[in-house]
Nanobody
Framework: AQVVESGGGLAQAGDSLTLTCAHS????????MAWYRQRPGSQREMVAS???????SYADFVKDRFTISREKGSNVVSLQMDSLEPEDTAVYYC??????????????WGQGTQVTVSS
């Protein structure tokens, strides 16, 4: 199993970008999918998460600007980022807590995708 990100790139302040993360198909269920980011010189921090029951959680610094979502039955999780700020510049990582089989639960990280926001 794995998780693979796509999206990211360059944006100007106020713009929108969408990141997507696909986990491997055929797993039992994705217990939690999340986006983290690591800004230059900082530790990795959680941005948003969505549980298997659909409950979402956001870091205070992205509330009302970013939206995490997953279509029912889809293996793709999206992060819609609106009103981007230069401070959102970071490498964004997808994280998956996957129940690979009924008895096996593992964590996976994507390779990261760069988001750069200019003022």
């Amino acid at each position: 199993a794995q998780v693979v990100e796509s999206g990211g790139g360059l944006a100007q302040a106020g713009d929108s970008l969408t990141l997507t993360c696909a986990h491997s198909k055929g797993i039992f269920e994705p217990m939690l999918m999340a986006w983290y980011r690591q800004r230059p010189g900082s530790q990795r921090e959680m941005v948003a998460s969505i549980r298997v029951d659909g409950k979402t959680s956001y870091a205070d610094f992205v509330k009302d600007r970013f939206t995490i979502s997953r279509e029912k039955g889809s293996n793709v999780v999206s992060l819609q980022m609106d009103s981007l700020e230069p401070e959102d510049t970071a490498v964004y990582y997808c994280y998956g807590d996957l129940r690979v089989t009924f008895r096996t639960r593992k964590s996976y990280w994507g390779q990261g995708t760069q988001v750069t926001v200019s003022s």
